[in-house]
């Protein structure tokens, strides 16, 4: 199947590829259906891009490569709509923003560490949680060569 983007153009995807966020996401609560694109020039930068939604793009990177230790504590009412199979840990990823400004400056990025999202592979399912820890909602990085760097 085919889906029309801003940022990409029109892409190649597969049925499979797509991942029904039951709840929507935070404030992106009518868009249910999204699938990962790989950035082409950075491979630790993901797109989760709405395939409803052709200017509907949001980029995610793992936690944990800019926060080593992070961990999010979760409840079963938060994994319960991924429908995961016993035993099957979801995949977490987080929003990247960039800012025009700021503590860091123009350009700075910084990850929002409170709202993690949540994927399961196996169901195509996922849900964004606020988690409970004490995670800054900005965590800054600096700019876009440190993002380069660190992938």
């Not at 940022?7 to 935070?26: S, Y």
């Not at 079963?76 to 960039?98: F, I, N, Y």
């Not at 503590?103 to 993690?116: E, H, I, R, T, V």
């Amino acid at each position: 199947m085919q889906i029309n983007t801003t940022r990409f153009g029109a892409v190649e995807i597969q049925a499979t590829d797509v991942l029904e966020f039951p709840l929507g996401l935070i404030g992106l609560e009518a868009w249910r259906k999204w699938v990962v694109l790989a950035d082409g020039q950075n491979p630790g930068l993901g797109w989760l891009q709405s395939t409803e939604r052709a200017d509907l793009a949001l980029a995610v990177v793992s936690p944990r490569r800019y926060v080593a230790d992070y961990k999010v504590r979760l409840s079963s009412r938060d994994l319960s709509p991924l429908e995961a199979p016993g035993g099957v840990s979801p995949q977490v990823v987080v929003a990247l923003s960039c800012h025009g400004g700021g503590p860091q400056g123009p350009g700075a990025l910084s990850l929002n560490l409170k709202a993690p999202i949540l994927v399961c592979l196996e169901t195509g399912r996922g849900r964004q949680v606020v988690a409970k820890d004490d995670h800054p909602v900005q965590h800054w990085l600096g700019g876009p060569a440190e993002l380069r760097r660190s992938a």
